[in-house]
């Protein structure tokens, strides 16, 4: 029974600690976003609160809060209120089977750093992005909106499609590794990261990405021009910042999931390794840092796509490529050619 | 009976599957339906993962939460006849009450057959995945009804392409 106790606490206290982090993440992510975009687009950005505007995400919170709660006549009450939640906790749980960094010593107590480990860890990653769909199907349908539906059906549509080749391309380092648990694909990268055997899985690995987070290029549930605000046109006060909240962190969450597959994890060179395994989770940091930015540029630079253009490219050049690439790297996984062991 | 924690998480899921199976056959709006069909099969889920079948816990979510039950709101969404209808029988309920009651006979008999005071059943050795996709691909295991069921969904694949090409 102590046992368990403590293993409770433990993952209590991990569990707490990881929701505060994307919390912090998610609101210094608006402040990145905001700053590095008017950078790009010759303007100052927000720097009036604190230095450097440091203490505007806190100033933008106090204010939602504080803004009037509207639910529009029409709408489905329980289920109106109840999407805004179902879209922050798929965000909220994604990376509790992922790796954060080794093993580390807190207070003499040895402990890794991550929330749970399970071996079928890339699993998990799918269900609950799969989950993730019906906070914004939900929002569009209980609004009583036209706008707000049409944008919930385009959202749902966008994120099933996209959802296959995601899946194929999370298929190919499965296959390379041999292992769904997500330990072990971050240990297969000490040396060599995995996108240089898989390039294309890779690639459409953050394609996907940037669709399942509805970011620009992919944007089209919250089209302005032609469905004003999508699926949240008639959200207000903290229901509409909970779904900007989604977002940010889910943009956190695959970017911490591309670094884990892809990119090595909390590993670059053995340096993990320092300050007693403490360099791990910020070596994580800064790959996502990146990961962010690389978000941020895009939604500057990219146009948005039309929307018969977005589902052909998802299913009929996305999809193909990405099954070609699963049936290739499950022929060369058996093979084992001496040339494919050399890369 | 002992009170573990794991038997109140069982208690807590057979409540989630149960509520979420009554709701769904009791609420007459449909979209509200389509809802508790959801929490059932999360509850499934959750009986998963209590019996150590992480696996099967992942893929019940990826796929009848993740996929199926989406495809059935979206069906709901986007029919909005279906939300005006308040009866919630139609004239074809004693066939339907008919296969049921068929269906939980035959699958009762058969849990109790097989499984009646020989619970609980020991925890699988060795890694569950491995043994499961080795099942899979053993001629002696699964391989004939695993390839079955891939030609049966290869099939419907097809039919479905060319339902909607025409």
């Given at each position: 029974?102590?046992?368990?106790?403590?293993?409770?606490i433990e993952a209590a206290i991990k569990a707490a600690l990881m929701i505060l982090s994307l919390l912090t993440g998610f609101a210094y992510t608006t402040l990145l976003e905001r700053?590095?975009?008017?950078?790009?687009?010759?303007?100052?950005?927000?720097?009036?609160?604190?230095?450097?505007?440091?203490?505007?995400?806190?100033?933008?919170?106090?204010?939602?809060?504080?803004?009037?709660?509207?639910?529009?006549?029409?709408?489905?009450?329980?289920?109106?209120?109840?999407?805004?939640?179902?879209?922050?906790?798929?965000?909220?749980?994604?990376?509790?089977?992922?790796?954060?960094?080794?093993?580390?010593?807190?207070?003499?107590?040895?402990?890794?750093?991550?929330?749970?480990?399970?071996?079928?860890?890339?699993?998990?990653?799918?269900?609950?992005?799969?989950?993730?769909?019906?906070?914004?199907?939900?929002?569009?349908?209980?609004?009583?909106?036209?706008?707000a539906m049409l944008g919930g059906l385009r959202s749902t549509a966008q994120m099933i499609s996209y959802e296959l080749a995601m899946g194929l391309s999370i298929l190919a380092p499965?296959?390379?590794?041999?292992?769904?648990?997500?330990?072990?694909?971050?240990?297969?990268?000490?040396?060599?990261?995995?996108?240089?055997?898989?390039?294309?899985?890779?690639?459409?690995?953050?394609?996907?990405?940037?669709?399942?987070?509805?970011?620009?290029?992919?944007?089209?549930?919250?089209?302005?021009?032609?469905?004003?605000?999508?699926?949240?046109?008639?959200?207000?006060?903290?229901?509409?910042?909970?779904?900007?909240?989604?977002?940010?962190?889910?943009?956190?969450?695959?970017?911490?999931?591309?670094?884990?597959?892809?990119?090595?994890?909390?590993?670059?060179?053995?340096?993990?390794?320092?300050?007693?395994?403490?360099?791990?989770?910020?070596?994580?940091?800064?790959?996502?840092?990146?990961?962010?930015?690389?978000?941020?540029?895009?939604?500057?630079?990219?146009?948005?796509?039309?929307?018969?253009?977005?589902?052909?490219?998802?299913?009929?050049?996305?999809?193909?490529?990405?099954?070609?690439?699963?049936?290739?790297?499950?022929?060369?996984?058996?093979?084992?050619?001496?040339?494919?062991?050399?890369? | 009976?002992?009170?573990?924690?794991?038997?109140?998480?069982?208690?807590?899921?057979?409540?989630?599957?149960?509520?979420?199976?009554?709701?769904?056959?009791?609420?007459?709006?449909?979209?509200?339906?389509?809802?508790?069909?959801?929490?059932?099969?999360?509850?499934?889920?959750?009986?998963?993962?209590?019996?150590?079948?992480?696996?099967?816990?992942?893929?019940?979510?990826?796929?009848?939460?993740?996929?199926?039950?989406?495809?059935?709101?979206?069906?709901?969404?986007?029919?909005?006849?279906?939300?005006?209808?308040?009866?919630?029988?139609?004239?074809?309920?004693?066939?339907?009450?008919?296969?049921?009651?068929?269906?939980?006979?035959?699958?009762?008999?058969?849990?109790?057959?097989?499984?009646?005071?020989?619970?609980?059943?020991?925890?699988?050795?060795?890694?569950?995945?491995?043994?499961?996709?080795?099942?899979?691909?053993?001629?002696?295991?699964?391989?004939?009804?695993?390839?079955?069921?891939?030609?049966?969904?290869?099939?419907?694949?097809?039919?479905?392409?060319?339902?909607?090409?025409?």
């Amino acid at each position: 029974m102590i046992d368990f106790l403590t293993l409770t606490i433990e993952a209590a206290i991990k569990a707490a600690l990881m929701i505060l982090s994307l919390l912090t993440g998610f609101a210094y992510t608006t402040l990145l976003e905001r700053r590095f975009i008017a950078r790009i687009q010759q303007r100052v950005g927000p720097n009036r609160a604190g230095p450097w505007g440091l203490l505007q995400p806190a100033a933008d919170g106090i204010k939602v809060i504080f803004k009037e709660d509207i639910i529009p006549n029409g709408a489905d009450k329980v289920i109106f209120t109840l999407a805004p939640a179902l879209t922050a906790i798929p965000a909220l749980i994604i990376l509790a089977v992922v790796p954060l960094g080794g093993d580390v010593n807190v207070f003499g107590y040895r402990t890794s750093l991550a929330l749970t480990s399970t071996n079928v860890g890339v699993l998990y990653i799918l269900a609950v992005t799969s989950i993730s769909v019906y906070g914004i199907t939900l929002a569009g349908w209980s609004s009583a909106n036209k706008y707000a539906m049409l944008g919930g059906l385009r959202s749902t549509a966008q994120m099933i499609s996209y959802e296959l080749a995601m899946g194929l391309s999370i298929l190919a380092p499965v296959m390379v590794v041999g292992s769904m648990s997500l330990a072990d694909i971050i240990d297969a990268q000490k040396n060599v990261w995995l996108v240089v055997y898989q390039p294309i899985a890779g690639l459409i690995f953050i394609i996907t990405m940037y669709a399942e987070t509805n970011r620009a290029p992919f944007d089209l549930p919250e089209a302005e021009q032609e469905l004003t605000a999508g699926f949240h046109t008639e959200y207000s006060g903290m229901k509409f910042a909970a779904f900007y909240m989604a977002e940010y962190m889910k943009m956190i969450g695959v970017s911490v999931i591309a670094a884990t597959l892809f990119f090595g994890g909390y590993r670059l060179f053995g340096l993990e390794n320092l300050l007693g395994g403490w360099m791990g989770p910020v070596i994580l940091i800064g790959k996502v840092m990146l990961s962010l930015l690389l978000f941020v540029w895009i939604r500057a630079t990219l146009p948005r796509f039309r929307y018969d253009r977005l589902m052909d490219f998802g299913w009929k050049v996305l999809l193909p490529i990405a099954l070609a690439n699963a049936a290739i790297t499950a022929v060369l996984v058996v093979l084992d050619p001496w040339w494919y062991r050399l890369i | 009976m002992t009170i573990t924690p794991i038997t109140i998480a069982f208690f807590i899921m057979a409540a989630f599957t149960l509520g979420g199976s009554l709701g769904v056959v009791t609420n007459r709006n449909l979209f509200h339906a389509a809802l508790y069909l959801v929490l059932a099969l999360f509850g499934v889920a959750g009986l998963f993962v209590l019996l150590e079948a992480p696996f099967l816990a992942a893929v019940q979510v990826l796929v009848y939460v993740g996929a199926i039950a989406v495809l059935i709101t979206i069906t709901i969404m986007v029919t909005r006849r279906i939300m005006g209808v308040t009866e919630s029988v139609n004239r074809q309920w004693p066939l339907a009450a008919g296969v049921s009651a068929i269906m939980a006979i035959t699958l009762g008999f058969v849990v109790l057959d097989r499984f009646a005071g020989k619970l609980p059943v020991a925890a699988v050795p060795g890694d569950n995945i491995v043994r499961l996709g080795e099942a899979l691909v053993n001629y002696d295991a699964y391989l004939v009804p695993f390839e079955v069921a891939s030609v049966l969904l290869l099939a419907a694949m097809i039919g479905a392409i060319v339902v909607a090409r025409e």
